[in-house]
């Protein structure tokens, strides 16, 4: 059973630039939460997608947009990146249909912007 | 708005000593609550969870948490370390109702000396 997988693994990245990260959830979820943890911090929340639908949004500004895909898979894209947005960048799986839902994260994605 | 203390950003322990780390939530109704591991480069992995009922929870390793709702507390032990224990330890608060988010705290590393 495969668990949350994210790629890529490492991105490096100048100012100015646009990224895209991807997410595939654990076998039988169909939520997607994608978190910010930057060095030394906890995981801040950026947002919530279920039904391809961005469900809750956390404190994040536009530049920080998702999407997802009809087989639950998500994307994160950051736009115009600043030096602020180096962080781990980790997807976490759900379902739904449970209220006690438990989040699993992925590996993360560790995104160095110079 | 729900959030997470924990009060200790480091604990430095002897391999075979018990170890207990601190977590302190605020939270408007009974909170759903979990301690994730994160080793080193990677991501987060589930060491248990609360939701109801008995307030001592067991998890992986060896782990176990107790829930004390006159205290606002949810924290880890662990009987006898192992080096492998080294790690940074996570407290987390949700999600709940219509807050689909994990709140967490800032975290404590954990060192193992031999």
């Known amino acids: 059973d495969a668990g949350v997988t994210q790629s890529p693994t490492h991105l490096i990245k100048t100012r100015g630039q646009q990224v895209t990260l991807r997410c595939s959830p654990k076998?039988?979820?169909?939520?997607v939460s994608w978190y910010q943890q930057a060095l030394g911090q906890g995981p801040q929340f950026i947002f919530q997608?279920?039904?391809?639908?961005?469900?809750q949004r956390g404190n994040f500004p536009d530049r920080f947009s998702g999407h997802q895909f009809p087989n639950y898979s998500s994307e994160l894209n950051v736009n115009a990146l600043l030096l602020g947005d180096s962080a781990l960048y980790l997807c976490?799986?759900?379902?739904?249909?449970?209220?006690?839902?438990?989040?699993?994260f992925g590996p993360g994605t560790r995104l160095t912007v110079l | 708005a729900q959030s997470v203390t924990q009060p200790d950003i480091h604990i430095t322990v002897s391999e075979g000593a018990s170890l207990e780390l601190r977590c302190n939530y605020s939270?408007?109704?009974?909170?759903?609550l979990f301690w994730y591991v994160q080793s080193p480069g990677q991501g987060l992995q589930l060491l248990l969870k609360?939701?109801?009922?008995?307030?001592l929870v067991q998890g992986i390793k060896g782990f176990e948490a107790e829930f004390k709702r006159s205290q606002s507390s949810f924290n880890l032990r662990k009987p006898s370390v192992h080096w492998s224990d080294a790690a940074e330890y996570f407290c987390?608060?949700?999600?709940?109702?219509?807050?689909?988010?994990?709140?967490f705290g800032a975290g404590t590393t954990v060192t193992v000396r031999a």
């Open positions: 976490a799986s759900s379902l739904l249909a449970v209220e006690t839902d438990t989040q699993y």
């Open positions: 076998s039988g979820h169909d939520t």
């Open positions: 997608y279920y039904e391809e639908e961005e469900r």
């Open positions: 939270y408007g109704a009974t909170p759903y």
């Open positions: 609360y939701f109801s009922g008995d307030t």
């Open positions: 987390a608060v949700g999600p709940r109702s219509n807050d689909y988010k994990l709140s």
